[in-house]
């Protein structure tokens, strides 16, 4: 094991302690799941287990090659990397994420079970610094947008393409939600560029050879 992950390791097994001595509105049965899939919050920041990357990134590859999401557009031919906010994102909280989740994924065998759905929502109060940030790789590019976008003169889509010409897109993500057996997940990324929004909803089901995505559905705001 390597320094890096014996210190991930340590990390989630503080967070999985703080949070079991929370006593939140879930029940004690979802809370001990919850807590050991799903980390904890700490100084305004989200502990990520190595649950949550699994799930995050599996997501975040799969929207990479999803033909729904054109992002940049296809002009230039396929973009081979997709760029992640160090941050959540900080809307559609309480009654509204409920609203708003719901319609998004309406039609066909689309379902979210509830107790992963109440995961969903508990995990995510507000704006939250994923702690350590989920790392770069070959496909997947971690920066703080913030940042990114307060340097820019505009908000054009082309200064975007401009600093990050081989990315399809950019993703504000949630952290996933997760059942109180710990084999179902959802994942709420917020994604563009796009003119009012889009939205891709992910659902996920733990297997013996991992975790299996077993629908997506990609939302356009007009």
């Excluded at 557009?73 to 309480?94: A, N, S, Y």
């Excluded at 971690?142 to 003169?153: G, P, R």
């Excluded at 889009?198 to 996920?204: D, G, I, N, Q, S």
Aim: aromatic letters at 8%; proline letters at 5%; charged letters at 20%.
């Amino acid at each position: 094991m390597t320094t890096a992950q014996s210190c991930i390791t340590v990390i989630a097994t503080v967070c999985v302690a703080a949070a079991c001595a929370h006593k939140g509105s879930i029940s004690s049965q979802h809370q001990t799941t919850a807590t050991t899939q799903a980390g904890a919050l700490l100084d305004g920041k989200a502990l990520l287990t190595d649950v949550d990357r699994i799930v995050l990134e599996k997501a975040l590859n799969d929207l990479l090659h999803f033909d729904d999401f054109t992002g940049v557009g296809i002009h230039d031919g396929p973009k081979p990397e997709i760029v992640l906010h160090t941050r959540t994102i900080d809307q559609e909280f309480t009654q509204s994420i409920d609203n708003q989740t719901r319609s998004d994924i309406e039609g066909g065998f689309r379902w979210i079970p509830d107790d992963t759905y109440e995961n969903l929502v508990e995990r995510n109060p507000g704006a939250i610094t994923l702690s350590p940030p989920l790392a770069s790789t070959g496909s997947i590019v971690v920066i703080n947008l913030d940042e990114f976008w307060a340097k820019q003169a505009t908000d054009s889509w082309d200064a975007f393409e401009s600093a990050y010409p081989n990315a399809k897109g950019y993703v504000y993500a949630r952290l996933p939600g997760y059942s109180i057996d710990g084999k179902t997940a959802v994942v709420r990324l917020h994604v563009g560029p796009s003119p009012h929004g889009e939205t891709a909803t992910y659902l996920l089901h733990r297997h013996s050879k991992g975790w299996i995505i077993k629908w997506r559905v990609l939302t356009h705001y007009f």
